[in-house]
């Protein structure tokens, strides 16, 4: 089933038209239901997520949502960044990519089909495991009313911050990041909400 939104984006698309026309034409040959999130085509099974085709500067990608767990045969899955615990792509830089692997993409969306009908889940790290910078833990001691905030936002938004934190390579830097997320944090509110 083809979505008109999908049909709006790739009418719309500048880069990669032919490439995502191409995957899509892949998915479509699975069971998978085509929707339309995070303004990027997305294909679920039952509503729950299993492939996104998105596209970057110098690549387009499939995103398995459960790629950590997937077999990887032609060890073609990549990991976008070292901070993404599930999620892996498949990158290809012209549409000669994706014709040249059409039979693989098919035997990795249907691996992805089965690993999501099996019911199984990508063990996240928590959020004690996670840096807790030291500029953090000086700010809340500064102010209580900040880590009370802090404690109780959900466990994403609390591992948004501290990644976005701690990726700062100089403290004065953490520390702007922090003095500027502050009010963020004590209205209760995620580093992209």
């Known amino acids: 089933m ?12 500048k880069n990669w038209r032919a490439e995502f026309e191409a995957l899509r034409a892949i998915i479509a040959d699975s069971e998978l239901e085509e929707d339309f999130k995070w303004g990027q085509p997305c294909y679920t099974l039952d509503g729950h997520n299993v492939v996104l085709m998105h596209g970057f500067k110098e690549y387009c ?19 976008q960044t070292e901070n993404v615990q599930a999620a892996r792509q498949i990158r290809f830089r012209e549409l000669a990519d994706i014709t040249r692997q059409e039979k693989v993409l098919k035997s990795y969306i249907k691996d992805a089909i089965a690993l999501e009908k099996s019911g199984a889940k990508v063990e996240m790290k928590k959020t004690a495991e996670f840096s807790f910078p030291e500029e953090l833990e ?35 830097t953490r520390i702007a990041r922090i003095e500027k997320c502050t009010q963020r944090i004590l209205d209760g509110k995620g580093l992209d909400d």
């Open 2 to 13: 083809s979505s008109d939104k999908v049909d709006a984006f790739l009418g719309r698309a």
């Open 61 to 79: 990608a499939l995103l398995f949502f459960k790629g950590a767990l997937m077999k990887d045969p032609k060890n073609l899955l990549i990991q």
């Open 138 to 172: 000086y700010a809340m001691d500064d102010k209580p009313a900040l880590r009370t905030a802090f404690e109780e936002l959900t466990p994403g938004r609390q591992r948004a911050y501290l990644l976005h934190f701690s990726s700062a390579k100089q403290a004065k």
